[in-house]
């Protein structure tokens, strides 16, 4: 069962129509034959809601052309789907250092901080995608994204950011909120 309701699917933006396995695809002519071939099987697996084997594909890609960033796109975005949630964000971020211009490697791993509630980080990498955009179909993805994180942001509690360190005073209450319980329990097994 995932954690997290990550959609593979691009959202329907007015005007633009984006199919699936138009997410990642294998944008490399250089690729060996069987590299496009798992790669096509897995898009083909994700398509039919099998994310677990579809990450098997792109594990595989990943093995035999390991500087390929798109086949790491893919293995996050399986990973996501299968609710494997830190290997996705591994394989997601190992994508953006492969290929720091790839568009969708920043716009699924913005995607999935906004979906763990992560939203500072998540804005950082859409500012990446809109850098890397080369279309105006990227661009509204990116937008459109962007104004659903926000109508979320508007309707839900704030969340604690945890950019700054603790103060001396919450550390100490902290602190005395363990020991004291702990010390109350040791002496009552004395007496």
């Known amino acids: 069962m995932s954690t997290v309701d990550f959609d593979l699917a691009l959202r329907e933006v007015p005007g633009v129509a984006v199919e699936t396995t138009e997410c990642i695809e294998p944008r490399s002519t250089t690729l060996p034959m069987e590299v496009s071939r798992k790669f096509s ?3 083909e697996l994700m398509n039919h809601g099998e994310p677990a084997a579809a990450a098997k594909c792109f594990e595989q890609i990943v093995e035999m052309a390991p500087e390929y960033a798109d086949a790491h796109v893919g293995l996050g975005i399986a990973y996501a789907v299968s609710g494997n949630i830190y290997p996705a964000l591994d394989r997601l971020e190992e ?10 490697a920043h716009f699924k791993l913005g995607q999935l901080q906004f979906k763990l509630h ?7 990498e ?6 890397c955009a080369t ?8 937008g459109q994204l962007i104004h659903e994180q ?5 309707k839900g509690l704030a969340r604690p950011t ?3 360190p603790f103060s001396r005073k919450t550390l100490v209450l902290v602190a005395a909120s363990v020991v004291i319980p702990i010390i109350y329990m040791f002496i009552s097994t004395l007496h």
């Open 150 to 154: 926000k109508q979320r942001e508007q």
């Open 41 to 43: 099987e897995g898009l």
């Open 162 to 164: 945890w950019d700054r």
């Open 126 to 131: 859409m500012q990446k995608a809109l850098d």
């Open 118 to 124: 992560v939203p500072k980080r998540g804005y950082e």
């Open 135 to 142: 279309s105006i179909e990227e661009r509204k993805l990116v």
């Open 95 to 104: 994508a953006v250092n492969l290929e720091p211009d790839n568009f969708f």
